[in-house]
């Protein structure tokens, strides 16, 4: 079964400054998509960034990028020039071909003024 | 991107009673799912709802404590019957979509049982 570990529960950052949250995953498929949600304090979750696992070059939204390791099974998110509107949970997320979803426990982030 | 809504936002109910939140999807999706969240915490799936069949509940959920209805390609509904203490929680729905396959979740339903 694939399994998704963050080994953040909760990170800081200060306002314009670079924060990396961390993912790693464990699974024995080649294809999937990965993908890093954001949950704000008013609850509704949103897609952020995803990435295709047969895809090397590392995905990019704006002030968002990943860092895909395949081999290493790691896929963690860079946010650049922090804003205070990125104060949320985080939650890395794996899917299969076979549509088989799973989510990682979470990291808080705070962005302090 | 599909955009869900859920009613009930938020709900007080008292303890035996049953609640049903209803979750609408602004265009078709083959697959819904129905999520149990504890505030701060990740999410739980309780079960996928697919169009034409009856739903799939994981470990832990039943068909009895958790019926849920999947009428067409737009709507589900999930009702949490004989409701106690412990079922107080945010209820999400979710749906995939795009080639992708990725979730698009609505806001979301804050349930307390007294």
């Known amino acids: 079964a694939q399994t998704v570990t963050q080994s953040q529960p909760e990170m800081s950052v200060q306002e314009a400054e670079t924060v990396t949250l961390s993912c790693t995953y464990d699974t024995s498929e080649n294809n999937y998509y990965l993908f890093w949600y954001k949950q704000p304090p008013s609850r509704q979750m949103i897609l952020v960034i995803r990435?295709?696992?047969?895809?090397?070059q590392n995905a990019t939204e704006n002030r968002f990028s990943v860092n895909f390791q395949k081999a290493a099974k790691s896929f963690s998110l860079k946010i650049s020039d922090s804003q205070l509107g990125d104060t949320a949970m985080y939650f890395c997320?794996?899917?299969?071909?076979?549509?088989?979803?799973?989510f990682g426990p979470g990291t808080r982030l705070s962005v302090l003024p | 991107s599909a955009v869900i809504s859920q009613k009930p936002s938020r709900d007080i109910c008292q303890r035996g009673t049953s609640l049903t939140i209803q979750c609408q999807v602004d265009?078709?999706?083959?697959?819904m799912f129905w999520y149990r969240q504890q505030p701060g915490q990740s999410l739980t799936l309780i079960a996928t709802a697919n169009q034409g069949s009856e739903a799939t509940y994981e470990s832990g959920f039943v068909i009895d404590k958790f019926p849920i209805s999947r009428p067409n390609l737009t709507f589900s509904t999930l009702t949490v019957s004989n409701m106690s203490p412990e079922d107080s929680s945010i209820y999400l729905c979710s749906a995939l979509q795009g080639y992708y396959n990725e979730q698009f979740f609505g806001p979301g339903t804050r349930l307390t049982v007294l």
């Open positions: 990435q295709e696992a047969y895809k090397q």
């Open positions: 997320a794996f899917v299969d071909y076979g549509q088989n979803f799973v």
């Open positions: 265009s078709q999706v083959t697959m």
